[in-house]
Nanobody, 127 residues
Framework: QVQLVESGGGLVQAGGSLRLSCAAS????????MGWFRQAPGKAREFVAT????????LYTDSVKGRFTISRDNAKNTVYLQMNSLKPEDTAVYYC????????????????????WGQGTQVTVSS
């Protein structure tokens, strides 16, 4: 059974931090890039960050650069998103996803290039 399970969301005050985790099972993890996306109420889902299969490369959307850090532990089949200096506009449901094609880096901003998705974890930042 393929599963991506996010955890670590919650309610935090502006300026605070959260660390999201995404544990993968039932699928190959270590040779695929992984991504984090988010969806705020009434808005389309948007790209947040992606990390290469070997963690050599990362990419962030401009609004989170310098505040969020994506990382992975292939031994644990887990990808993380460390979120610091949180803002109310970061409030959203956060999803992790696995790239459709192994050892592929380009195209990581596009949802259509991911095949497996988690159920999401809610992050709420109060002002």
């Amino acid at each position: 059974q393929v599963q991506l399970v996010e955890s670590g969301g919650g309610l935090v005050q502006a300026g605070g931090s959260l660390r999201l985790s995404c544990a993968a099972s039932g699928l190959t993890f270590s040779v695929y890039a992984m991504g984090w996306f988010r969806q705020a109420p009434g808005k389309a889902r948007e790209f947040v960050a992606t990390i290469a299969w070997n963690a050599v490369s990362t990419l962030y959307t401009d609004s989170v650069k310098g505040r969020f850090t994506i990382s992975r532990d292939n031994a644990k089949n887990t990808v993380y998103l460390q979120m610091n200096s949180l803002k109310p506009e970061d409030t959203a449901v956060y999803y992790c996803a696995r790239r459709s094609t192994p050892m592929t880096w380009t195209g990581g901003l596009k949802e259509g290039n991911y095949d497996y998705w988690g159920q999401g974890t809610q992050v709420t930042v109060s002002s």
